[in-house]
């Protein structure tokens, strides 16, 4: 072997020890869309006394965590997001009411004094409020004397041995103990069973409690702190209430719930296990195309697809990747997609071998590799950069999916670099498979390629033609979208998405004039698959969910919500114009890419086809009723970087032949790259279409709209990478005045102008 053989064999070793290592001993980290559980974002607002910033957030933060811990949540997790979001994410909690009542309590815990019953102080000028008590009666009350800010600690705890049965327990901090003290004592002041003997405890202009002093406590002498008790007629769940509110205090800033997702635990295991199916049979399937197509050398890139597997699930696991649904998804898809590289070194080295005679198979593989390598690096580095747009601009689970198919990206490529090139290497060295053609799989041309050369289309002789087809494609997708419009989901638009199972089958007419005898009348009732049922309304709180579901339990049995969305208005908003952004954004970027990589007529051609797929592939959801959704911009933005990715092949191999034979017309040049370059186009797209039709057909309804995207996706920018781009580049040329690109400058070349680099492997003795 070589040096550079043994080195790729050694690192490829190493990483492959490394990661089944981290496989076995490191479990992954599993979003909430997968392990079940509530997941919320929240705004905090501008109050009257603070600013919504990043230093008032954070203490914001701390107190929704001392009042999520005492809901007994296993493995609660809050983080800020930007300056002033908090996303809150509750394991296996099915049902939020309780935790959005407790999360969404924002207004300063207070301690009033009662200066005697409600309408004796309207008719008094003295300054407070006039509030209920827990019975109902009004209370007129004093100024704030102390506020949830001065509480230490609350805790609830049941005295069997004086019978007073569950109390809660007080503790301040010391400032707020003297003050407690006072007002206590102030209070003591009064005759037992006066109201003016009590002291109001308020959250939310609600009174909590309202306790009156004991009659044992003397006139301005009042309760220490640490020693008051809470005493009264409470069940165990009421005074652990009390005390969780009493103890989360007060947040500095009033906080509104502007998303909130849950899913049930048996939505996530069965998009896991329908997952694994998908990956394993696509997975299969790829490699048993590519073995078919490449003989020897492709079952070495399947070889080298399993090591991809296990290197991209490592790095997702060390990394500490929260793998969401549409994460792996993309963990799946990347599966397809990490051929490519492997498709295009192995096309490069069957045209080595068949253009020049006498070539070793060993030699022909080396430079397969290089001459790939260019449109390896230009068609990943689209990729790449789709991903980050998605991670940057998109939100919730989309960023999981974005980091998923970054992490794929890379590890295909060191899969195909390193470890698939040191596995043909090796192989290419033995006699026995240099000397049997029809075992490597690379000394013989493919047959796409044969039936080519033998029909010799000649596409371009009009590119007009082709400009028409796109053009009545495109207007037919713009009708759908005018006439049908586009079904923007919850995600996009606001509103509730709720998924119900029933335990007696319920069809859809039935369920609307459910919903609407019990006040639901605007509701939009579908079907989900298995028979569910899927209710989409506009503004609806947790009561009112409540209330919803027990209205479709009267028909159906027993109700299980399944999956649940809440979006507010302000951030349906924000999402559908952060979708926007981020298709300019990837447009634009694609395009100042591809202009400084290719000729500035290549890079408007890609970004021509980039568009066209963009507008189809909307224009085809709206025809089918399909709902646009954050998923589906997922989805889309992949489709931008596939559809560059087999634009820049083509271009790439336009920009080689054409500098090769300046004088040649660039109409001709094109037909002979395309026709070169559609063995790679098929061979890459059965390997993703082989992914995505596993996970339409197996994935279930949560991927089912995400591969539906992705098949059309990448059917359609195979199409234009070909049959729209590059007419319009052709186009373009016509008019541009830029010389053609001038051949590359290798080392190791002689003088003169045929001068030709030599193979590496080659020492240059002749017989």
């Not at 980091?403 to 043909?424: C, E, Q, W, Y």
Request: include cysteine.
């Amino acid at each position: 072997m070589t040096r550079a053989t043994t080195v790729r064999a050694v690192l490829a070793a190493a990483v492959l020890l490394v990661s089944v290592l981290i496989t076995l001993t490191m479990s992954p980290r599993l979003g909430l869309d997968l392990q079940g559980g509530t997941r919320m974002v929240l705004q905090a607002k501008d109050s009257a006394t603070a600013k919504a910033d990043r230093e008032s957030t954070d203490r914001t933060l701390e107190v929704l965590r001392r009042r999520i811990d005492s809901l007994g949540v296993s493995e609660p997790t809050l983080t800020r997001s930007g300056e002033d979001r908090i996303i809150v994410e509750l394991p296996d909690v099915q049902d939020p009411r309780k935790a959005a009542e407790v999360i969404g309590r924002t207004a300063q815990l207070s301690f009033h004094a009662v200066r005697g019953p409600g309408p004796e102080q309207e008719k008094g000028k003295a300054a407070g409020l006039t509030l209920p008590d827990e019975e109902g009666r009004l209370l007129a009350l004093g100024q704030a004397r102390l506020t949830g800010a001065g509480v230490k600690d609350a805790g609830a705890s049941f005295d069997a041995q004086q019978g007073a049965g569950w109390t809660v327990a007080l503790d301040f901090h010391k400032g707020a103990g003297r003050d407690w003290t006072r007002l206590t004592g102030e209070a003591a002041c009064h005759p037992a069973q006066d109201e003016r003997r009590r002291v109001a405890i308020v959250l939310d202009d609600r009174v909590i409690s309202s306790p009156q002093v004991a009659p044992s406590v003397g006139c301005n002498v009042g309760l220490p702190s640490g020693s008051t008790q809470i005493t009264g007629s409470f069940g165990a769940d009421e005074a652990r209430d009390l005390a969780l509110l009493i103890k989360g205090g007060a947040l500095p800033l009033p906080v509104e719930i502007v998303e909130q997702r849950t899913v049930g635990p048996t939505l996530g295991a069965a998009a896991i296990d329908a997952s694994a199916r998908a990956a394993l049979i696509g997975a299969a399937a790829t490699a048993l195309f590519i073995t078919f197509v490449y003989r020897l050398f492709g079952a070495l890139a399947a070889t080298a697809l399993a090591a991809y597997g296990v290197i991209s699930y490592a790095a997702l696991v060390a990394l500490g990747v929260t793998l969401t649904l549409p994460g792996l998804a993309g963990f799946v898809l990347a599966i397809g997609m990490a051929v490519d590289a492997n498709v295009l070194a192995f096309e490069r080295a069957r045209e080595e071998y068949a253009e020049r005679s006498g070539r070793s198979l060993r030699s022909a593989m080396t430079a397969g590799f290089r001459n790939a390598w260019s449109a390896v690096a230009d068609s990943n580095v689209t990729t790449l950069i789709a991903a980050g747009l998605l991670f940057f601009l998109g939100s919730g689970p989309v960023k999981g999916f974005g980091v998923t198919l970054a992490i794929g990206v890379l590890a295909s490529m060191f899969s195909a670099l390193v470890i698939a090139r040191a596995l043909t290497e090796i192989a290419s060295r033995s006699r026995f498979v240099g000397d049997y053609r029809g075992v490597n799989g690379i000394a013989r041309p493919g047959r796409v390629r044969t039936w080519l050369a033998r029909r010799d289309p000649q596409l371009f002789r009009s590119p007009r033609r082709w400009l028409l087809i796109s053009t009545v494609l495109i207007t037919v997708a713009g009708l759908g979208i005018v006439v049908r419009g586009v079904d923007l989901g919850v995600e996009f638009t606001g509103g509730r998405l709720v998924e119900y199972s029933t335990s007696r089958p319920v069809d859809v007419e039935t369920a609307r004039t459910v919903l609407a005898g019990a006040g639901f009348g605007d509701a939009e009732v579908t079907t989900a698959g298995a028979g569910d049922l899927s209710v989409r309304t506009g503004d609806l709180d947790d009561h009112e969910e409540h209330a919803l579901r027990a209205a479709l339990a009267e028909a159906g049995g027993d109700t299980t919500k399944v999956r649940d969305e809440l979006i507010g208005p302000s951030l349906g908003d924000e999402l559908r114009r952060n979708a926007l952004i981020a298709l300019a954004v990837a447009v634009l970027v694609q395009l100042a890419y591809l202009a400084v990589r290719f000729r500035w007529t290549f890079a408007l051609a890609s970004v021509a086809a980039l568009v066209h797929d963009v507008i189809l592939l909307v224009g085809a959801f709206a025809w089918l009723g399909r709902t646009v959704d954050g998923i589906f911009l997922a989805a889309l933005l992949t489709v931008i970087g596939y559809s560059v990715n087999d634009s820049v092949v083509v271009f790439d191999r336009v920009r080689e032949l054409w500098a090769k034979a300046r004088r040649e017309s660039v109409t001709t040049i094109a037909d002979r790259a395309v026709l070169q370059t559609v063995p790679r186009t098929v061979n890459t797209g059965m390997g993703a279409l082989f992914i995505l039709a596993a996970l339409a057909v197996l994935g279930g309804d949560s991927l089912e709209d995400f591969a539906l995207a992705l098949l059309i996706g990448i059917c359609v920018g195979t199409y234009s990478s070909v049959l729209t781009a590059v007419p319009v580049a052709l186009t373009l040329e016509k008019r541009a005045k830029t010389p053609p690109p001038a051949r590359k400058r290798a080392s190791g070349r002689t003088s003169g102008a045929g001068a030709k680099r030599r193979d590496p492997l080659d020492n240059g003795a002749r017989v």
